[in-house]
């Protein structure tokens, strides 16, 4: 294997930005930090020009990119073009995300993410399943026509071994009493949303073993002064994680900075709930029978319901600079370390660590992405248009 120096970035760790530093790959995984003018003689060096080096972006909640959905190709080559529309913008590692719909088709999504991990297609870590054991109430662009209760025959399908991580999003309150705690023994990370649960039941759902709430704020009960909700239990919680859309319009920046200022930084996760037209001019997609317009970065149906997202990662980290006021080394935290955390992956990405594989994004100056590596391997189709990489032996 070629040792490979990433050089001229500053390099973004969890505890401070690091000038003059040099990023060491070697075979798919990296081999550490060292002074720019200090590399191993033998390395290949890569002269980035500027800007910042961070861990990969890893998104929780991606329903499709590239003019693709999930649950309209649930196959490998659906995956293949939703992860290549996401990875020009800074994401290395995704859960696709497969809204409510029946047993059949997210059995054929499940199948599908095994044999895209057995493929080796780059980025996939695993499955999202968000629904259908949501309330109705609370179904925000959601289906209820294919809402059903989180049975014992839907538990044995859900925990059945596969590849990657598996993420259920749930409505608590649905959920019988034992369901969360049987799906977190089978490795299964179980996601509270779209619900109508206050404040008690969400408390016994985190005793259960759940681990997260499917963007905050949205789709759930709110904080209030004799009922905390679910808002207020996911905010004095301090175990738990929470993702976040900040795209200006899921979610006003304030209640966000309020959040993080309950909170801390720490469980906040940026989020995309990204649909098909990612990485595309498209104007209008359909949904689950429904049509859905684009316009100035909101995607909603006919009668002005929010229809996930047309925001990427790197979007959602220059917003998270710009809306909520956090240093980047905090958005970096919220885009990487902190999702690999929740989806329990944290031992093996996330942070620009030794021994972590090198899942890598180099932001411009301008905090455009130029460049990404997943597992070493280098893609230079990204959102900003650059020089190609000056390469050199290292001096």
Same mark, same amino acid.
């Given at each position: 294997m070629t040792l490979t120096a990433l050089c001229g970035a500053q390099v973004v760790t969890p505890a401070a930005i690091l000038p003059g530093t040099a990023l060491l790959i070697d075979g798919?995984?990296?081999?550490?930090?060292?002074?720019?003018?200090?590399?191993?003689?033998? $390395?290949?060096?890569?002269?980035?020009?500027?800007?910042?080096?961070?861990?990969?972006?890893?998104?929780?909640?991606?329903?499709?990119?590239?003019? *693709?959905?999930?649950?309209?190709?649930?196959?490998?080559?659906?995956?293949?073009?939703?992860?290549?529309?996401?990875?020009?913008?800074?994401? +290395?590692?995704?859960?696709? +995300?497969?809204?409510?719909?029946?047993?059949?088709?997210?059995?054929?999504?499940?199948?599908?993410?095994?044999?895209?991990?057995? #493929?080796? *297609?780059?980025?996939?870590?695993?499955?999202?399943?968000?629904?259908?054991?949501?309330? $109705?109430?609370?179904?925000?662009?959601? &289906?209820?026509?294919?809402?059903?209760?989180?049975?014992? #025959? $839907?538990?044995?399908?859900? +925990?059945?071994?596969?590849? !990657?991580?598996?993420?259920?999003?749930?409505?608590?309150?649905?959920?019988?009493?034992?369901?969360? %705690?049987a799906l977190r023994a089978a490795g299964v990370v179980v996601a509270a949303g779209h619900s109508m649960a206050g404040y008690a039941a969400t408390r016994e759902a985190l005793d259960e073993g759940l681990s997260g709430f499917t963007h905050l704020f949205n789709a759930m009960t709110q904080l209030g002064s004799r009922e905390p909700g679910m808002v207020g239990a996911a905010l004095e919680d301090r175990a738990?994680?929470?993702?976040?859309?900040?795209? !200006?319009?899921?979610?006003?920046?304030?209640?966000? %900075?309020?959040?993080? #200022?309950?909170?801390?930084?720490?469980?906040?996760?940026?989020?995309? &709930?990204?649909?098909?037209?990612?990485?595309?001019?498209a104007t209008r997609f359909t949904l689950m029978g429904r049509e859905i317009t684009v316009k100035d970065g909101v995607c909603q149906s006919a009668d002005g319901t929010?229809?996930?997202?047309?925001?990427?990662?790197?979007?959602?980290? %220059?917003?998270?600079?710009?809306?909520?006021?956090?240093?980047?080394? +905090?958005?970096? #935290?919220?885009?990487?370390?902190?999702?690999a955390r929740f989806l329990r992956i944290a031992d093996r990405t996330g942070t620009l660590a030794p021994g972590l594989a090198a899942d890598i994004v180099h932001l411009n100056d301008a905090m455009a992405v130029t460049r990404t590596w997943i597992g070493g391997a280098l893609s230079e189709g990204a959102e900003a248009g650059q020089a190609a990489a000056e390469t050199s032996p290292a001096r």
């Open positions: 798919g995984r990296i081999a550490g930090l060292c002074a720019s003018d200090a590399c191993p003689p033998d $390395a290949l060096r890569i002269d980035l020009h500027g800007g910042f080096l961070l861990p990969g972006f890893i998104d929780t909640q991606v329903n499709g990119g590239g003019g *693709v959905l999930f649950n309209d190709a649930p196959d490998v080559d659906g995956l293949r073009t939703i992860m290549a529309a996401h990875r020009r913008f800074g994401t +290395t590692g995704m859960m696709p +995300t497969l809204i409510s719909d029946d047993l059949a088709a997210i059995e054929r999504a499940i199948d599908a993410v095994d044999t895209a991990i057995a #493929a080796g *297609v780059p980025g996939i870590l695993g499955i999202h399943i968000e629904g259908p054991f949501l309330n $109705a109430d609370k179904r925000g662009i959601h &289906d209820p026509g294919k809402f059903r209760l989180l049975d014992d #025959a $839907a538990i044995a399908f859900l +925990t059945r071994p596969g590849r !990657g991580v598996r993420l259920v999003t749930l409505a608590p309150e649905l959920a019988a009493p034992g369901t969360i %705690r738990s994680f929470f993702g976040l859309i900040v795209d !200006g319009h899921h979610v006003a920046p304030a209640s966000l %900075r309020v959040a993080l #200022a309950a909170r801390g930084p720490g469980g906040a996760m940026l989020v995309t &709930d990204a649909m098909s037209p990612v990485g595309t001019d929010l229809a996930g997202s047309a925001l990427s990662m790197a979007q959602a980290v %220059r917003n998270a600079v710009e809306m909520l006021g956090v240093d980047l080394v +905090t958005a970096s #935290a919220m885009a990487s370390g902190n999702p």
